[in-house]
Nanobody, 123 residues
Framework: QVQLVESGGGLVQAGGSLRLSCAAS????????MGWFRQVPGKEREFVAA????????YYGDSVKGRFTISRDNAKNTVYLQMNSLKPEDTAVYYC????????????????WGQGTQVTVSS
């Protein structure tokens, strides 16, 4: 099992920026890729971005392309999500997750999840 701890959420005005971090520990050798998802009450969990530990290939959901950037620090077993030009519709609980499958936008392909961090964007 991979333990994941997110941090960096908070309240920001529209147009502002936040950087989320996700620190991984435990059986990290089983993790081939990491993803960020977000969820608002009453809606399904939405894919935001994904990255592979090896090579650093990235993929983004359409709603965040050009505004969000996912990156990783292999030495620290940490993944980041830089969020710029934030909009009120970005308000959600953001989760990071680990997958052994390398690169996937499908939530059920992720085995381990963090506890989530709240991001609130005011208009």
């Amino acid at each position: 099992q991979v333990q994941l701890v997110e941090s960096g959420g908070g309240l920001v005005q529209a147009g502002g920026s936040l950087r989320l971090s996700c620190a991984a520990s435990g059986r990290t050798f089983t993790s081939d890729g990491m993803g960020w998802f977000r969820q608002v009450p009453g809606k399904e969990r939405e894919f935001v971005a994904a990255i592979r530990w090896s090579g650093g290939s990235t993929y983004y959901g359409d709603s965040v392309k050009g505004r969000f950037t996912i990156s990783r620090d292999n030495a620290k077993n940490t993944v980041y999500l830089q969020m710029n030009s934030l909009k009120p519709e970005d308000t959600a609980v953001y989760y990071c997750a680990s997958t052994p499958l390398g690169f996937t936008v499908v939530a059920r392909h992720y085995n381990d999840w963090g506890q989530g961090t709240q991001v609130t964007v005011s208009s």
